[in-house]
């Protein structure tokens, strides 16, 4: 069975934190890259943040990066994604990926979870 | 700024051939390969071509992808009321060290 399930999505100040998670079945998790991927309101995909197949590769996007950090726990096969020092500009919905190979520099996703939404507002 | 630049919107008749096209740079799309996505509203993104031109497992043949130097297209033929959605290009670039989604091209079947 295949399946990605995210939580943690919510409303948070600018400058909070949050932290969003993401289960996967075995078979969907193990070995592959993953990534967050995000779409604000109106707007287009963003990609945010990947982590390559053995958790050695890391990468942020430029607008989150010393703020976002993501990791994997190949016991719970979850992936993370936390997120301080929020801004407004963070608000959308976070989707996380799955990439076909462990290659951490391939944005192609062949499973997404559902999307959980933040919203950073006063 | 890297960037991948796509029109904002395409149509077609049912039936029709439609293309959109992806342009990049020398570091993102001259480098590496095009994957393109199909977002409906309200839903997870579908892959429909990795690799440049390579469909994955259901998605029907009507749908094909091509890449030259810098620049990559998506072909829809037999256009269809359900290819109705968003669809966008995605590439890595080796200046950012990061992926990158064009800005998506709304297509509408008329």
Known sequence: ?122 | QSVLTQPPSASGTPGQRVTISCSGSSSSIGSNTVNWYQHLPGTAPKLVIYGNDQRPSGVPDRFSGSKSGTSASLAISGLQSEDEADYYCAAWDDSLNGALFGGGTKLTVL
């Open chain 1, 1 to 122: 069975e295949v399946y990605f399930l995210e939580s943690g999505g919510g409303s948070v100040q600018p400058g909070g934190s949050l932290r969003l998670s993401c289960a996967a079945s075995a078979s969907t998790f193990r070995g592959y890259a993953l990534s967050w991927v995000r779409q604000a309101p109106g707007e287009g995909l963003e990609w945010v943040s990947g982590i390559g197949g053995s958790g050695s590769t890391i990468n942020y996007a430029d607008s989150v990066k010393g703020r976002f950090t993501i990791s994997r726990d190949t016991l719970t096969n979850t992936v993370y994604l936390q997120m301080n020092r929020l801004r407004a500009e963070d608000t959308a919905t976070y989707y996380c990926a799955r990439g076909r190979s462990s290659m951490a520099d391939r944005p192609d996703f062949d499973y997404w979870g559902q999307g959980t939404l933040v919203t950073v507002s006063s």
